[in-house]
């Protein structure tokens, strides 16, 4: 498989930053191929910050003309079961910067944005953290039941023989919490919300766990009944007045992602929905691809 940009999966880091950008109106290709060459390691990150970039289904059609991945698409407005919704904010160019200090980490993302800033402008940026030991800001962990690092990049990327192989479908949407709604709470009520105990992430078991938990309607299976799984990266924001989470994860199959919000939003006929939305929304949603290294590369090489 062609090589996957390493960022996706390099772990310890506990700052992380999101840029989400739009190209300017009538952008010409060599232009943006020639800002996005200007990226390259280690003329922006100088070693100190993993970037991985990712390109909306049109911004992508442009830099790189030709068959694109399958399922690649924007990302369109979900609206669920008891009025809940899920914007479509999609951008053009998503690039994710961490690394293990917040000085190097917005270093890297001000040299980002500076090279894209002749063909791009930044339209939402999101600077998250690891919060102790990577809970959600709920003060559940998050990420329990994710692929080991070993399994990661085929639940993550593009097989060979595909288009877009190594590269991945990435889902980024910011969701705003109500915390003071979820701890009132019991404990064992927010466990029920999850699906797994709060202090160690232990899934409860079937015949406790209600069908509306998020870890029962977030699985979700084929038609052999065979888990559709997807890596996730998801990490906390926050101030004092706002907080949530930047959901991000990246799968092979870009529809995995459209039957986990269709799970949780309890649409096309379904009869429930996740109880999470009782406590926390989307304010932002997109769909990026975040294709290989060669993929890359290959962009500045054929430009012209
Ligand atoms: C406010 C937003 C969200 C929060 C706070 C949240 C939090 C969590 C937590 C605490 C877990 C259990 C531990 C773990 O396995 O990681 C979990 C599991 C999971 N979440 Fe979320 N999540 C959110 C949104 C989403 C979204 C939007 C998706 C998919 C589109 C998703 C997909 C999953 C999946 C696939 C699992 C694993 C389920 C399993 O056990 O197989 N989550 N999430």
């Not at 003329?43 to 990712?54: K, M």
Request: glycine share 10%; net charge negative; with cysteine.
């Amino acid at each position: 498989m062609p090589t996957p940009q390493p960022g996706i999966f390099a772990l310890g880091t506990r700052s992380h930053h999101h840029l989400e950008l739009d190209l300017a109106p009538g952008a010409d290709r060599a232009a943006v191929v020639a800002a996005l060459g200007a990226l390259r390691e280690p003329r922006v990150t100088s070693g100190a910050a993993n970037l991985v970039i990712g390109f909306g289904s049109s911004a992508w059609t442009l830099v790189a003309p030709g068959e694109p991945p399958a399922g690649s698409g924007p990302f369109t407005e979900l609206v669920g079961r008891d009025g809940h919704r899920a914007p479509a904010t999609q951008h053009d160019v998503w690039a994710w910067i961490h690394g293990s200090g917040t000085d190097t980490v917005l270093d890297c993302a001000v040299a980002v944005a500076g090279a894209l800033a002749g063909v791009a402008t930044v339209a939402d940026e999101t600077p998250c953290f690891v919060y102790h030991d990577s809970r959600d800001l709920t003060g559940f962990v998050d990420g329990t039941a994710n692929p080991s690092p070993t399994a990661a990049p085929a639940v993550a990327c593009v097989p060979d023989g595909r288009t877009g192989a190594g590269g991945s479908h990435v889902l980024a949407q910011r969701w705003v919490h109500d915390l003071t709604s979820f701890s009132r709470l019991r404990v064992d009520d927010q466990e029920a919300v999850i699906g797994r105990t709060k202090p160690d992430s232990v899934a409860l078991p079937g015949d406790t766990r209600p069908s509306d938990s998020h870890i029962s309607r977030a699985e979700v299976h084929d038609d052999q009944g065979r888990e559709r799984p997807v890596y996730r990266r998801s990490t906390p924001f926050g101030t004092v007045a706002e907080r949530g989470l930047f959901f991000l994860a990246f799968s092979a199959e870009r529809d995995r992602f459209d039957q986990m919000l269709g799970s949780m939003y309890g649409t096309e006929g379904r009869e429930q929905r996740d109880r999470l939305l009782d406590f926390s929304r989307p304010v932002t949603g997109s769909y990026y691809f975040a294709p290989s290294v060669e993929d890359l590369v290959a962009l500045g090489a054929n430009a012209g």
